[in-house]
Nanobody, 127 residues
Framework: QVQLVESGGGSVQAGGSLRLSCAAS??????MGWFRQAPGKEREGGAVIESDGSTSYADSVKGRFTMSQDNAKNTLYLQMNSLKPEDTAMYYC???????????????????????WGQGTQVTVSS
């Protein structure tokens, strides 16, 4: 059973930055990602990373968010820059055993392929 624990959320003004962290109890996955869900909206994928470190991003965050991993610490990161009010959401770390390799990017639009979710961390961006 993989356990994912997010941290690093908070409140920031538009244009600011935050870095989210996700500590994983183990690192046996094919693909991991960051999803977000705003009130009244569906959960959407923001960024995914393959086991070789390759990343893919949703168009809404491309160029502003950067996902990375520290294998020695079993930790994922999401560096979020140039934050906008529309980035306000609960952010979730996710791990999938269903997809991997070059198919990992498909996880961005297939949240049902996620096997494990973290509890979420709130990000609030004010204008």
């Amino acid at each position: 059973q993989v356990q994912l624990v997010e941290s690093g959320g908070g409140s920031v003004q538009a244009g600011g930055s935050l870095r989210l962290s996700c500590a994983a109890s183990e690192y046996t996955y094919n693909c991991m990602g960051w999803f977000r869900q705003a009130p009244g909206k569906e959960r959407e994928g923001g960024a995914v990373i393959e086991s070789d470190g390759s990343t893919s991003y949703a168009d809404s965050v491309k160029g502003r968010f950067t996902m990375s991993q520290d294998n020695a610490k079993n930790t994922l990161y999401l560096q979020m820059n140039s934050l906008k009010p529309e980035d306000t959401a609960m952010y979730y770390c996710a791990a999938s055993l269903a997809v991997g390799g070059r198919w990992c990017r498909l996880l961005l639009t297939h949240a049902t392929w996620v096997n494990y979710w973290g509890q979420g961390t709130q990000v609030t961006v004010s204008s």
